[in-house]
C-alpha cells in the first residue's frame, strides 16, 4: 500500500517559494494502477516524484507499505519502486548502448544471470534481442520508450512510477505503449501510478484517478463514475469535455 498523507511540497525560486503541492493525501493498493490528472504545472508530476525520492516533502508523510519514507531512499528501495520519464531520449545515455543500459541496473543491485536477465527484459518489452547493440539514436521514439520501460522491469519491481510515459510519442505509438503498460500491469500484477495532462491516457490504464489543480487534489473518484460523468468539480468537467475533443480528432483505440 502506498500512502499519501497530507503531503506538502514547496520550492524556492528567484521569483519567490512555488507552493507545487498543497495538503494532498490519497492511497494506492498493491497491485492498482491509479492516475493523477490535470493540467500543466498542477502539481502531478511532483508527487510522483517526491515518491520517487526525487521531490523535497515540506509538509505530510508518504508511506510504502506502513513504513514511512524518509528523505533518501535505499537501494532496496529502488528494486521495488521504479520511474518512466516523459522523455526517453533525455532518460537514456546516448553513449550507452541497450545492452549497456539494462545491465547498470543489475551491477549496481548485485543480480546475476546478466545476458539471460536482459534478453528477457527486451523480449517483454517487445523489442528484438539484436536491438542490445544498438544506441539510443538508432532507435524510434517508441522504442526508446519501450528500452526505458526494459531498464525500469528488469529489476523486477512491484510498483511502477510512470511521469507522461507517452505524451512525447505520435499517437499511434502511444496506442502501442500503453498496451504494453497494460498487458505488463496485467500478467504481473504491477502496482502503477501514471501521471498524464490526458484523462483518455489515464482511463486506458487507471482504475482510479485524482484530479489535481494548482497543487490541490480536486476530485477523487473511480475511473467508471468519471466515464458517467459522475463527478463534483467543474475542473473535472473540463477535461472531461477536453477529452471529448480528443477523441473526435483522433478515433483513437484508448478513449475514455
Ligand atoms: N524543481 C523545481 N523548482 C522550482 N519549481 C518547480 C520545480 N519543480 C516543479 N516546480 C513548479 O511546481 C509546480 C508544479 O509542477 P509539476 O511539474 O509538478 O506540475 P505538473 O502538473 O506535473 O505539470 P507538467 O505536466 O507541466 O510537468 C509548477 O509551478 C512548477 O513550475
Redesign the pocket.
Known sequence: MIAINDLSIS?R?PRGV?D??KHVSLQVAPGEAFGLV??????????LRALAGL?PVVGGTLELDGQVLGNTRSPAFYRQVQMVFQDPYASLHPRFTIDQTLREPLVINGLDSHDARIAKALKDVGLPDTFRYRYPHQLSGGQRQRVAIARAMILEPRILLLD?PTSALDVSVQAEILNLLRGLHQSRGLTMIL?S?NLAVVGFLCQRVAV?QR?EVVELADIDAIRAQRVNHDYTRRLLAATEGYRRTTSDAFAI
Do not use: I
Open positions: 520550492f525560486t512555488v507545487a503541492v490535470g493540467e500543466s504545472g498542477s502539481g502531478k508530476s511532483t508527487v521531490a507522461e501521471v495532462h489535481m497543487g
